[in-house]
């Protein structure tokens, strides 16, 4: 079976500063590890995913995240928060072809 | 380009009524997928169809049954209605054939039983 744990309901930084969103995952068999954005009363849009390619993985927006195998993590970063970065932020796992299983997601709020 | 399409976008209902939503999957996608978001909540997978044929069930309702036509798009049908259903449903399509299967989302369809 597979689960995701993202720690942290709510995410609170200035303007400018460090987005930090941290994912770990529980998975049996080699994982697809995806970053997806949910903005008030709209879908979910993806931001990034891992496929077992490069570890480090850019996405849209001047989000990436890295896949750590040895941690069983994949951290949502971006440099420098911009407002429009807030919203709610969901970590999922999948084994290929299969259900997303997504983490309780976190909700990011950019001060001014 | 193309995205997935969902409709309604908003439905009310009563308790112990239907509704029906709907799907239409990416061009050339062959695979959907049904979640079910509840408020504040983290979306739940239901139900998934590959090539017309069910692919994988999770914590779907037995009032809940869904299928998927020979055009690739997606029905579910949910009947005796509870309050508890109310929900934002999700339909996510992907191309099996794909590098990395990413499934991509439609906006959604709130449901709201009164």
């Known amino acids: 079976a597979q689960s995701v744990t993202q720690l942290g309901s709510h995410v609170s930084v200035s303007e400018g500063a460090l987005v930090l969103l941290r994912c770990n995952y529980s998975s049996s068999v080699p994982p697809y590890l995806f970053w997806y954005v949910q903005y008030p009363n709209q879908g979910l849009q993806l931001l990034l995913k891992?496929?077992?390619?490069?570890?480090l993985v850019k996405g849209i927006n001047g989000f990436e995240a890295e896949f750590k195998k040895s941690e069983t993590s994949f951290h949502l970063t971006k440099p420098s928060a911009h407002m429009s970065d807030a919203a709610e932020y969901f970590c999922a796992v999948s084994d290929r072809r299969n259900k997303l299983v997504f983490g309780a997601g976190t909700i990011l709020r950019v001060k001014s | 380009a193309a995205g997935v399409i969902q409709s309604p976008r908003h439905l009310i209902k009563e308790k112990r009524e239907t509704a029906t939503l709907k799907c239409y999957p990416i061009?050339?996608?062959?695979?959907v997928y049904w979640y079910q978001q509840g408020p504040g909540q983290d979306p739940q997978f239901l139900i998934s169809f590959y090539e017309k044929m069910q692919s994988d069930k999770g914590s779907i309702p037995d009032r809940f049954s869904a299928q998927q036509f020979s055009d690739y798009h997606s029905e579910l049908n949910m009947s005796s209605l509870e309050l508890g259903d109310s929900a934002l449903y999700f339909c996510a399509s992907t191309n099996s054939r794909g590098s990395t299967d990413t499934q991509y989302f439609g906006p959604g369809t709130r449901l709201t039983v009164l």
């Open positions: 061009p050339r996608h062959d695979t």
């Open positions: 891992y496929t077992s390619a490069a570890t």
